[in-house]
């Protein structure tokens, strides 16, 4: 840490020098244009990007399949615009991977393609996106697949239960979204003022749909599981149903708190949740002793279903939990 005097010229303009190391470093010299942005009680200072667009290049001659998919996703969400992949000879494995890749992202495509690289651009404005509705539009998927995925399970409807497994790329989509816009608030105080949401904020935003995100694997297993599984007794059926409702009204709750305008809103909603997660394991453990009766194979299925939709409340909760320090006083 360094500090400085502020001094005053020309009678009324409050001047400060900047440390010469870091001018250097970030080439700051004279005539340079700086861009000032206010949180808070504090100031923060950035040199003038001459270019909003960021860009990338990664070798990939070592990566194919699984591996090339996700260094791709992970330089989307470290905010690049511009991905170049380079390799002596890009195979048409290291392609597939590489289509792969785009087609989980949102506003990716492929913008060049040679045989030693591949070009690959982020189409969206940033400034233009909102976390706040990318964390809605997780919230809304994710609750619709839990309530689907049972269903799927009452109804033995195959259908039902292929929709909800295929809505899971949705809510990951969004899910990277949400990552990439975070990490740029914590990259650059231009980019956390274009999006109009303050820092804190987008932490506790990113938290939160780390957890849908988990809701919706959840209901994605619990789809999976009841494309294997026939008629199931009807008292178990019903339990599975009211845990369903349960949880859901959970995530309902704690997704109000944390988008409540009001702190008294927020609190109440965030202590209402965290209250009704506690009431869920007496619940669960009803279900579980009906599940003893059952043959051992079906029982085990139906375990895992009760166990996703027991976690499923608990990510509620901790949403909750995150609304609630969102709402509380700040130093």
Request: aromatic share 4%; with cysteine; hydrophobic share 40%.
């Amino acid at each position: 840490m360094e500090t400085r005097k502020v001094q005053v010229t020309g009678g009324s303009t409050y001047t400060v020098s900047l440390p010469k190391t870091w001018a250097t470093d970030n080439d700051v010299t004279a005539g340079t244009t700086v861009e000032f942005y206010p949180e808070d009680d504090a100031l923060l200072l950035t040199p003038k990007s001459e270019t909003d667009r960021q860009e990338g290049t990664l070798d990939i001659s070592s990566l194919e399949g699984e591996r090339l998919t996700r260094a791709v996703m992970t330089m989307y969400v470290s905010g690049f615009d511009l991905i170049r992949l380079e390799a002596g000879r890009i195979t048409t494995d290291q392609r597939r991977a590489i289509r792969d890749a785009t087609q989980g992202l949102v506003g990716v495509e492929v913008l060049e393609e040679t045989t030693d690289s591949v070009v690959i651009q982020d189409l969206l404005d940033s400034s233009e996106l909102s976390i706040v509705n990318a964390v809605t539009r997780m919230r809304l998927i994710a609750q619709s697949m839990l309530e689907d995925a049972v269903r799927a399970l009452i109804e033995n409807d195959d259908d039902i239960a292929h929709d909800v497994i295929e809505r899971d790329d949705d809510v990951d989509r969004l899910w990277l979204v949400v990552s990439r816009i975070f990490r740029a608030t914590l990259r650059s105080p231009r980019a956390a003022e274009e999006l109009g949401v303050p820092r804190e904020d987008c932490f506790d935003y990113h938290s939160s749909a780390r957890q849908l995100e988990r809701v919706a694997d959840h209901a994605a297993k619990i789809s999976n599981i009841a494309l294997k599984l026939d008629e199931i007794p009807e008292p178990v059926a019903r339990g599975l149903e009211e845990l369903q409702v349960d949880a859901s009204t959970v995530l309902e709750k704690s997704m109000d708190a944390l988008f409540a305008d009001g702190t008294a809103e927020a609190n109440r909603l965030g202590h209402d949740a965290r209250e009704a997660v506690l009431e869920i394991d007496e619940h669960t453990r009803q279900i579980d002793d009906m599940l003893r009766d059952l043959e051992p194979v079906q029982a085990q299925s139906l375990g895992l279903i009760v166990d996703s939709l027991s976690r499923s409340a608990d990510y509620g909760g901790n949403i909750a939990e995150t609304a609630l320090q969102k709402a509380a006083p700040r130093p």
